[in-house]
């Protein structure tokens, strides 16, 4: 019977071999658990890490991100300036060109009236019914009166009619005047 006995011994030993390796391994695993519980400490701080980076960086990125916004606005005042100096170049030569237009008016109309004051009422009334009718009563106001009346006497009555309205609107004081 000591047989058996040395054979089940053996067979619990084996047995308490196997159960001490795995108890083994558990405790082994036990301290690696725990090891991860710092990990979860230190995932605090990174963030916390990450916060304090943050704020350090972020009068350097204000910073930065105004250097922008000047360099931008400076950009468009650059561009502002620009077309202004192009308006004030073609508003100098828009007043130029009405000046020189105004001057050739002013000639011309001289010159017309000039030749108006030449021809015969019977010759002139024709013409100045073909005219615009502003230009044909601005004519006829600066012809001496006597030559008015006789270009006008010279007119179809509904045409002179309509040129003495319009010169008669024009010496009324209140035609300028906005309503009140």
């Not at 159960?19 to 036990?30: E, F, R, T, Y």
């Amino acid at each position: 019977m000591t047989l058996p006995t040395s054979q089940l011994t053996i067979t619990l030993s084996r047995r308490m071999v196997r159960q001490a390796i795995a108890l083994a391994a558990v405790v082994m695993l036990v301290p690696q658990v725990g090891a991860q519980e710092p990990a979860s400490v230190s995932a605090a701080s990174p963030e916390s890490e990450i916060q304090q980076f943050c704020t350090n960086i972020a009068d350097a990125a204000r910073d930065q991100r105004y250097l922008l916004q000047k360099q931008e606005l400076e950009k468009l005042q650059a561009d502002v300036d620009e077309r202004i100096a192009v308006l004030e170049g073609r508003k100098t030569e828009y007043q130029d060109w009405l000046q020189r237009r105004n001057d050739f008016l002013q000639r011309a109309e001289a010159g017309l009236v000039d030749i108006f004051k030449t021809m015969k009422a019977d010759a002139a009334a024709p013409q100045l019914e073909e005219m615009n009718l502003e230009i044909a009563a601005a004519i006829i106001m600066k012809l001496p009166a006597r030559q008015s009346g006789l270009v006008l006497s010279e007119m179809d009555p509904q045409k002179a009619g309509m040129i003495a309205t319009i010169i008669a609107s024009a010496s009324d004081p209140n035609t300028s005047k906005e309503p009140t």
